[in-house]
């Protein structure tokens, strides 16, 4: 909507896309269209203000409940999924009501939102990283305002807090990213590392990965985990992430990639197979 999420913090100098901003279910209900028409697989929208806006806590409302519900019944319509964004726990159950697929972002949170998110078996894609140490050193290179980087600060003993509550009530969590500098293509092993630092056992966070991710986005008949019938989509590893989640993060330690039972990727002695060289990924921001 107009004046919503990015548009808040620079609201006189915000660019605004061509076909990316409406207002009123009708409105947005021909945005949804447009882009469902094309071709989309997946609709997100943004249900309160993010890491940008200048509260701490931002219970910024961008859409009316009307709007809300608007939007995820034109991806429904057409059998597509529809992410939302969720900062606040206003947001949260906005989006519930409104019958979103995927819940994203949570910073914030309440025992109301956490029950609904519960009872209505509904995932979270917390995003960690995004708000990592590692995040903030990559948005200084490139330049990103001090502001932002002390609001990413601030706001990580929120994240874990809001974490912990969800994984202690048995909220699923799918492992996933924002459309944004970091984390870096390859970079996302890095999450379950901080789930695992935040309480979770490292097979619940590959699950969060694997299992869970693939069923938040419809695809847990296919792929996901490794059953009779499905995909044989398989990595080998040398080393066990059971007892170090962070031995994912590490390239050479990924021996064998597998899609759909063919390999793609085989760094064992002999066997060397790549579709993308090592060296390939040996870049860096200017």
Avoid at 30 to 58: N, W
Avoid at 183 to 196: F, K
Avoid at 199 to 220: D, W
Avoid at 235 to 261: C, F, S, T, W, Y
Wanted: net charge negative.
């Amino acid at each position: 909507m107009t004046g919503s999420h990015l548009d808040l913090i620079v609201p006189r100098g915000c660019r605004r896309e061509p076909d990316a901003t409406a207002d009123g279910p009708w409105e947005l209900r021909k945005l949804a269209r447009q882009q469902l028409r094309i071709g989309v697989d997946f609709i997100k929208t943004c249900a309160s203000g993010g890491g940008g806006t200048d509260k701490e806590a931002p219970d910024v409302r961008n859409m009316t409940q009307e709007e809300l519900d608007a939007i995820v019944d034109e991806a429904h319509a057409l059998d597509k999924h529809c992410a939302c964004h969720c900062f606040t726990p206003t947001a949260q159950k906005m989006a519930l009501k409104a019958g979103a697929d995927t819940i994203d972002h949570c910073v914030f949170t309440d025992d109301e939102a956490i029950e609904m998110l519960v009872s209505e078996k509904k995932p979270i894609v917390p995003t960690l990283m995004h708000r990592s140490d590692r995040a903030i050193d990559v948005r200084r290179r490139i330049g990103t305002s001090e502001f932002t980087l002390n609001k990413m600060k601030l706001l990580q003993p929120h994240t874990k807090e809001t974490f912990q509550r969800f994984i202690a009530a048995g909220v699923t969590i799918a492992m996933g990213t924002d459309t944004q500098l970091d984390p870096e293509m390859g970079s996302n092993a890095g999450e379950l590392e901080i789930y695992v630092d935040y309480g979770m056992t490292p097979m619940q966070a590959i699950q969060t990965a694997t299992k869970n991710t693939a069923e938040a986005i419809r695809l847990g008949k296919e792929t996901g985990t490794l059953e009779a019938g499905k995909y044989a989509d398989i990595i080998a590893i040398d080393g066990n992430p059971l007892n170090d989640i962070r031995i994912l993060q590490e390239k050479q330690k990924i021996k064998i990639v597998m899609k759909e039972g063919k390999i793609y990727v085989d760094r064992r002695p002999g066997h060397e197979k790549y579709v993308i060289h090592d060296q390939d990924w040996a870049w860096k921001r200017i």
